[in-house]
Structure formats: structure tokens, C-alpha cells
């Protein structure tokens, strides 16, 4: 009988696996894949999830970057300093993921991956959970598989508010001009963007779609958009992949069970940021169940509270400019990307340093005369 299960060994599972663990729990990580596994995942993480930690993430960051450079259509070029206290950190997901496991399991958690759940059952005070390699039981729950799990759906969360967009996404090993600085465009997406972000040995470059349902060739604007750096996709794996972005304040507990990482959809519905959203959540799901486990009644109903208050508020405003930015992208980038403070702002953003509320109003009434 363990006094947490965790399903999925990413960013959120791992974070809560450790300070579970840390606080004394004992702790069972499942994961369907065997470890280290890729991830198609941009890679790009706020230095600021430190302050959730009391270990060095050095050995599982893979470049820094602290300058932006963004265009319009390939031109129409702004490059900023981030301007952020630390920059920002680029990670490929098959090492970060297994670097925090490896944290949580140097606290006591136990990982069993290559390993399927079948299917949950909750009986009298736990639940029974069938893996692909037999039976066993725990206390609490956290269902941390991701944008494509079931958990979410066994548990009675069958209706989620979330946002399914897409991202094509190809890795292409070779030489990074400028190890510090991360591309981004606007113009060759319908309604979203392009990315090209450095590796110490290769690019993470995508394209994804944050709203609408626009048709378009992902494929091309990917060729076309690496081409833009001399780089070939023809030749590399390409990953596609789903993203639940949040679309609104929603119940993420159930009994002894709460959601957390994209399972629970607080992938920012702007950017399409996930690791660090991902990570704030599962700590909050540890916080509150090591609470449960102490006999508060009301724990998991408070998680839900903190994450649609800490988060949900704050990603109402990001839809409001997403909704906006998107639909309207060539003003979009005249007025908020070229803006001297734009850069710098979307930084302290994706850093924790600042929250959507402090500035989209603002922006939106730069965007839409008469606004508010």
C-alpha cells in the first residue's frame, strides 16, 4: 500500500513524486515507456521553477538562452535581451524528465516503467491500479500521463475544459550559430507561431496552432521555416502532437485523486508553455495531498482552489490575448512584438516575474481601440 500513485513520469509526475517523497511519503511513479524516453516538447523552462527545488538543475539544462529574436513572415527581425534575472533554460525532455525521477528516487520514490496501466478501481479507502505487470494499491492518486492519457476519463473527468491545439515538432542535430538566443515566427503560422530554440548539440524547431482550426500544411511551413536557417526536416523524425491548453476554472479533484500537468490542461493558452505550469501544479497536488494523508478532508478540494485561483485567473487574461494577438497577428507584432518593452515583458511573463494581469489590459487597449 503505497500512500501516493503517480501515473506519468514527466515534469509533473517526477515534481511530485519528489516532495511527496522529501515529506516522508512513500511513493510509486508508473510510466508506460522506459526511461529516458524523447518527448516532442520545445524544451523551453523558466530558470524560476528553482525556487520549488533544493537541488542543481545544471546537469539537465542543455543551453541558456537570454535573448529573443523574433520576425514577420522570415523578416521584419527584432532581436532583445530577455531581460529576466537568470535565462531561460533549454532542455531536451528525455533527460529533464529523468533527471527529476532520479531526484524523487534519491528521496525514496519508487519508479516502475515499461509499465501500462490497464485500469483504476477505488475500493473502500484506496485504489487498485491493474498495470501491465500486475496489481498494486495506494491512497491517493495523481494522473500526471499527459494530453493523451486516460486517467483523466477513468477518474469521471470526462469533460474538461480545455483547448486541443496542435504542433509538429522536428529535432535536427547541427551546429548552433548562438547557443544563447531563441527564434520565433509569426506570419507563416495561421493562428500561431514557429520556433527554432538551441540545443547544445542541435534545434528544437515547430510549429503549432493555438486557435481556430485554420487548414494548413504544417509539413511545408516546417521545411520552409528551417530553411530559413539552412537546416533539412526532410530528414529528421517529425513528432505531432496534441496540446490541451486551459479554457477556463475547472474541478481537479476527485476522490483521493486530483489531476495534475497537462492531465489537468494549465498549459498556457498564449504561449503554449507547459514545463513550468506543469511543474507549479504538481507541486501544489503534492502540497495538498501530504495534507490529506494528514487527515485534512477539504485537501483536494483545495487544490483545486489554489490552481484555478494561482492560475486559472491569471490564464483568462492570456486568452484574451491570444484570442486577440492571434486573430489579429500582423498588428499583433507592429504594436506588441516591436514595442521596445514587448520582448522584455513576455519574458518576466514566462519567468514568473510578472502575470498576465499586470500588462494585458494594457496591451489589449493598444490592440483594440476603446478596449475595456
Not at 508553455?273 to 485537501?299: Q, W
Request: proline share 4%.
Amino acid at each position: 500500500m503505497y500512500d501516493c500513485i503517480i501515473v506519468g513520469a514527466g515534469p509533473a509526475g517526477g515534481t511530485a513524486a519528489y516532495h511527496l517523497a522529501k515529506k516522508g511519503r512513500s511513493v510509486l511513479i508508473i510510466e508506460k515507456e522506459s526511461l529516458p524516453r524523447y518527448k516532442p516538447c520545445g524544451g523551453g523552462v523558466s530558470s524560476s521553477i528553482a525556487q520549488w527545488f533544493d537541488f542543481d538543475f545544471s546537469p539537465a539544462i542543455s543551453a541558456k538562452v537570454d535573448t529573443s529574436r523574433f520576425t514577420w513572415k522570415l523578416g521584419d527581425v527584432v532581436e532583445a535581451k530577455i531581460g529576466t534575472k537568470e535565462p531561460i533554460w533549454m532542455v531536451r525532455r528525455e533527460i529533464f524528465d529523468q533527471f527529476l525521477v532520479q531526484q524523487a528516487q534519491n528521496q525514496g520514490a519508487e519508479l516502475q516503467d515499461k509499465t501500462e496501466v490497464k485500469g483504476i478501481e477505488f475500493k473502500t479507502d484506496s485504489w487498485q491500479v491493474t498495470t501491465s505487470t500486475g496489481i498494486v494499491t495506494g491512497r491517493y492518486l495523481i494522473a500526471a500521463d499527459g494530453a493523451k492519457g486516460q486517467m483523466a476519463k477513468w477518474l469521471g473527468f470526462k469533460d474538461r475544459k480545455r483547448y486541443l491545439c496542435g504542433a509538429l515538432e522536428a529535432e535536427v542535430i547541427a551546429d548552433v550559430p548562438n547557443k544563447n538566443m531563441a527564434h520565433f515566427e509569426f506570419g507563416l503560422v495561421k493562428n500561431g507561431y514557429a520556433w527554432n530554440f538551441p540545443k547544445d548539440d542541435g534545434h528544437s524547431i515547430g510549429v503549432a496552432t493555438l486557435i481556430g482550426r485554420a487548414p494548413q500544411d504544417f509539413k511545408k511551413i516546417l521545411d520552409e521555416y528551417a530553411q530559413s536557417f539552412n537546416l533539412d526536416v526532410k530528414n529528421s523524425k517529425q513528432y505531432g502532437h496534441p496540446i490541451c491548453l486551459w479554457d477556463g476554472n475547472q474541478k481537479l479533484h476527485t476522490q483521493n485523486a486530483v489531476l495534475a500537468g497537462e492531465a489537468a490542461c494549465v498549459i498556457d493558452p498564449f504561449t503554449a508553455e507547459g514545463i513550468r505550469p506543469s511543474i507549479f501544479s504538481a507541486v501544489l497536488a503534492a502540497g495538498f495531498i501530504h495534507d490529506a494523508l494528514n487527515g485534512d478532508i477539504n485537501a483536494l478540494e483545495n487544490y483545486t482552489n489554489a490552481i484555478n485561483e494561482q492560475w486559472g485567473n491569471d490564464m483568462a487574461w492570456a486568452q484574451k490575448l491570444a484570442a486577440t494577438f492571434y486573430r489579429l497577428p500582423g498588428i499583433g507584432y507592429k504594436v506588441g512584438v516591436k514595442s521596445p518593452s514587448g520582448a522584455q515583458i513576455m519574458g518576466k511573463i514566462l519567468c514568473g516575474e510578472l502575470r498576465y494581469g499586470d500588462v494585458v489590459g494594457r496591451a489589449l487597449k493598444r490592440l483594440i481601440p476603446g478596449f475595456g
